[in-house]
């Protein structure tokens, strides 16, 4: 489907420019890979601040929007009513290893379903081949158990372009399966390429990326695929998700 995007910005001189991942997904949907790619190289240099964005779709109606993303992103309610919320971690990477294993944790009493996710990875190609494992409960004494995991979909998430160092790539939204996170539970994450390394990590033991419904805990960098770990490392990721009433 074709969509037109309304972007009101104002330049920044001195900011760092970051956009969040929400906002580049946006953008993804009104710029074709190397097209976003370039176009965020450019303004990224001119230090631009984006103020909102808006994309519509064919027949006028708005398929999403994002306003005062220094602050806040808000999506319009999906099929079934449903708003998305973003939960990013940081992209401060120190180390390129083939994945990530963490875990993430519902903080109420209501189901979540995460239903996209965005990766830091180091590749500006495409084609690149990610697989994305889960298990209820903790990754942690399972990091070398592959039966313990379910790869999402069934087999490696082809991810058409990547956004290299310093943003979130979307993982296609059509290819994710929703994963759910049980009332008070915990969901092991394990987040890899098919490749010696190209997923790019923080460092720390105990750092938590959190709001009011959910928590992205550090974990271990893993080799692919279940190979050897290391600990005190933090996932540069980004997932979105709904609360399930």
């Known amino acids: 489907q074709e969509v037109t995007a309304t972007l009101e910005f104002e330049l920044s001189f001195g900011a760092d420019g970051q956009l969040p991942s929400a906002t580049r997904s946006v953008l993804d949907s009104a710029f074709s890979g190397d097209k976003l790619t370039g176009w965020l190289s450019e303004m990224n240099d001119e230090g631009m601040g984006i103020e909102a964005v808006t994309v519509f779709g064919e027949g006028g109606e708005e398929l999403s929007s994002v306003k005062d993303v220094g602050q806040s992103i808000t999506n319009p309610p999906q099929d079934g009513g449903e708003d998305e919320i973003p939960l990013n971690t940081y992209l401060n990477s120190k180390f390129s290893r ?3 294993m963490f875990d993430v944790v519902s903080k109420g009493n209501k189901e979540i379903d995460v239903t996209s996710l965005g990766v830091h990875i180091e590749s500006m190609g495409t084609g690149i081949a990610l697989e ?18 379910t790869l999402n979909g069934g ?10 160092p310093g943003r979130f790539t ?3 939204r059509e290819l994710f399966q929703r994963v759910r996170i049980p009332r008070g539970g915990t969901v092991g994450f394990y987040v890899t390429l098919t490749t010696d390394g190209g997923i790019l990590l923080g460092q720390g033991t105990f750092d ?3 709001d009011e419904q959910l928590e992205i805990q550090s974990g271990v960098s ?5 190979g050897a770990t290391n600990p005190g490392r933090v996932w540069n990721g980004a997932l979105n998700y709904v609360v399930v009433e």
């Open 155 to 164: 087999k490696a998430i082809e991810i058409p372009q990547g956004l290299g």
């Open 98 to 100: 083939s994945g990530a």
């Open 170 to 172: 979307p993982v296609p």
């Open 132 to 149: 994305v494992w889960t298990r209820e409960g903790t990754y942690y004494g399972n990091e070398k158990n592959q039966g313990a995991w």
């Open 208 to 210: 938590t990326f959190e």
């Open 222 to 226: 893993s080799k692919y695929r279940f």
